[in-house]
């Protein structure tokens, strides 16, 4: 789904020092400029072009303005160079800085030097990578032709070069590609200013175009392994002759030798598409067309199909937004109830759990911690039957469970974990997961995303010093393991616990350097979006929940428990609510 981005200044003062708090519902509270980062970004996509007789300064200022104008073209930007420059020219990737500072020109070498803070990249497929402020500079070379001045180099070649305030004009959509077991859809987000903000054009085809070459080149390289790329045929491909769209009342998406497929490729080829390409098109509906011709999906459609056809391959319905927290050896409810069963009545020592009920007429099945340290197990069972220990020992993090998936995820120091359980909560196979590159440090928190697809993981070397990383599961033939990582928290943010607001937003509690605070932080799963806000509670918060749709966050200070009320913090059941761990149902 695309939305405009969001360029999270309250991040960037992380890095900074710079501090603003703000309490609310953090899927709904909008980021709180506090510093201007940069003034005079175009707001149209008017042509700008070297005017005869323009300074060295003015050619590569209104070169730097033309990088963020026409939206899929970059026409204008061209304009500015050489002959041979253009040559080697892209604009297919983007490099965003935090601001941009052009340097006084150096005469002798005939050079500026444009230089910043190093907020991001995207690559060509509008994957968008952090680059946590590491300070980069680019040498632009002129030289006059025909009198008149020209770039002719820039060193290292950035792409597009734009600010913070520029990329606000991109937009971020959804890439879907099935996972390996072809059950359900995963999301890839990705960036492109094509049908963003500075487009005047009402014509979508472009964008559609876009996003189908986008699952043409299949999925970023850390979720390669977690998904399947093989929907489209072979045919015609291979021999050049790729899908084409043509947005109108019903969208036509001609793709060369799709009546080849077979009906279940057919129908995984449209619930892609469709997922995809629905906010694209006209919302009439789409067929896919082979030569010309109508490529039947299913009986009695006719070829049209819409988003709403395939819901039963998107993630997993979520569950009830039940909460649950220890008090004592108890467990529970939101209410201040003990739940029926032993894990009520405080049978086990528990110091956190997670609990889950994939079958809404079957039982809670549970997950707990016994114990700290060296000696801290993991249990398995469920709400009736009680618990049983797996040979987990030295747990690190709370459990998280991927109850339609029959998981129980859990980090003991360095190592990761995934316990496969029966419907019953029974244990029935342990494994460790093999990481890509671990960051190293311990595994404070393991949280399993609402579709089962990707995982955070937090890494501490010290008190508050967590690092807060995303990679994809690798399901299929053989164990589990974890893709690449990618870090989602700016410079400045620690990280001591982290939930999932949907498959592509996270909701993390933590603290900003140079702060005795404590702070709540949502993001999106590339590290767009960053926000921050002020949690005011007693105690330091320990542990947080929050559930898919963002309900309401929870939180343990200490030994109480605190729920989100709109803009504040407030105990659960009026006065000081004693508990600690809460968890929503996963």
């Not at 939930?499 to 799963?525: C, E, K, N, Q, V």
């Not at 343990?556 to 929503?584: C, H, I, L, M």
Request: hydrophobic letters at 35%.
């Amino acid at each position: 789904m695309g939305r405009r981005a969001a360029v999270l200044l309250l991040a960037l003062l992380a890095a900074s020092g710079l501090l603003a708090g703000c309490t609310g519902v953090p899927t709904s509270s909008s980021p709180q400029a506090i510093e201007q980062l940069h003034v005079g970004a175009p707001t149209t996509a008017q042509a700008i072009h070297p005017k005869p007789g323009d300074f060295p300064y003015q050619i590569v200022q209104k070169y730097l303005q033309a990088n963020s104008i026409e939206p899929g073209q970059h026409l204008s930007a061209q304009s500015f160079l050489t002959t041979a420059a253009k040559s080697r020219w892209n604009d297919q990737t983007v490099t965003i800085l935090r601001e941009r500072v052009v340097s006084t020109f150096n005469k002798e070498k005939g050079t500026f030097t444009v230089s910043g803070r190093l907020y991001g990249t995207l690559d060509r497929d509008g994957v968008f990578e952090s680059g946590d402020d590491t300070q980069v500079s680019y040498v632009f070379k002129l030289v006059q032709t025909n009198g008149q001045y020209r770039i002719a180099q820039i060193s290292p070649v950035p792409g597009l070069l734009l600010t913070t305030e520029e990329f606000q004009q991109y937009n971020r959509h959804v890439l879907y590609f099935f996972d390996n077991s072809n059950r359900y859809l995963v999301p890839d987000p990705r960036w492109t200013d094509i049908g963003g903000p500075a487009d005047p054009s009402t014509d979508r085809t472009a964008l559609a175009k876009w996003l189908v070459n986008g699952l043409l080149a299949g999925p970023r390289a850390s979720l390669s392994k977690a998904v399947s790329s093989d929907t489209f045929p072979a045919q015609g491909v291979d021999q050049g002759t790729g899908p084409t769209v043509v947005v109108k009342a019903v969208t036509d998406v001609e793709i060369p030798g799709s009546t080849q497929l077979d009906p279940t490729g057919r129908l995984r080829l449209a619930a892609q598409l469709s997922q995809t390409l629905d906010e694209a098109t006209s919302g009439n509906g789409m067929q896919i067309t082979d030569g010309g011709k109508v490529v039947p999906i299913s009986a009695g459609n006719g070829g049209v199909f819409q988003a709403n056809d395939f819901t039963r391959f998107l993630a997993p319905d979520s569950p009830n937004p039940e909460v649950y927290y220890l008090s004592g050896h108890s467990v529970l409810s939101e209410l201040g109830k003990p739940i029926v069963g032993p894990l009520g009545r405080g049978a086990y020592p528990l110091t956190s759990l997670a609990l889950s009920r994939p079958d809404p007429t079957g039982p809670l099945l549970v997950a707990g911690v016994e114990g700290f340290g060296a000696s801290a197990r993991l249990d398995v069972g469920n709400q009736g039957g009680g618990l049983k220990p797996v040979n987990v020992t030295g747990v690190t993090s709370r459990p998280s469970l991927a109850g339609a998936r029959h998981e129980v995820w859990v980090g003991a120091g360095t190592k990761l974990y995934r316990v496969t359980i029966s419907a019953t909560g029974a244990a029935e196979q342990v494994d460790q997961v093999s990481l890509t590159q671990p960051p190293g440090g311990t595994l404070r928190a393991v949280r399993i995303s609402p579709d089962g697809a990707r995982i955070a993981l937090v890494f501490a070397t010290g008190a508050h010093n967590g690092q807060l990383y995303v990679g994809a599961i690798v399901r299929g033939s053989g164990p589990a393991r974890i893709g690449p990582l990618d870090q989602v928290n700016p410079r400045g943010a620690s990280v001591d616990d982290v939930g999932w607001l949907s498959p592509l937003r996270l909701f993390a509690i933590g603290h900003l350097a140079g702060s005795t605070d404590s702070f709540a932080f949502d993001s999106d799963i590339d590290g767009t979006d960053w926000q921050n806000h002020l949690v005011s509670v007693a105690g330091t918060p320990d542990s947080v929940t929050d559930t898919p749709g963002g309900t309401a966050a929870w939180v343990s200070a200490g030994a109480f428990v605190w729920k989100q009320d709109g803009t504040e913090w407030k105990p659960p059941t009026g006065g000081q609510t004693p508990g600690t761990a809460p968890v929503y149902l996963e």
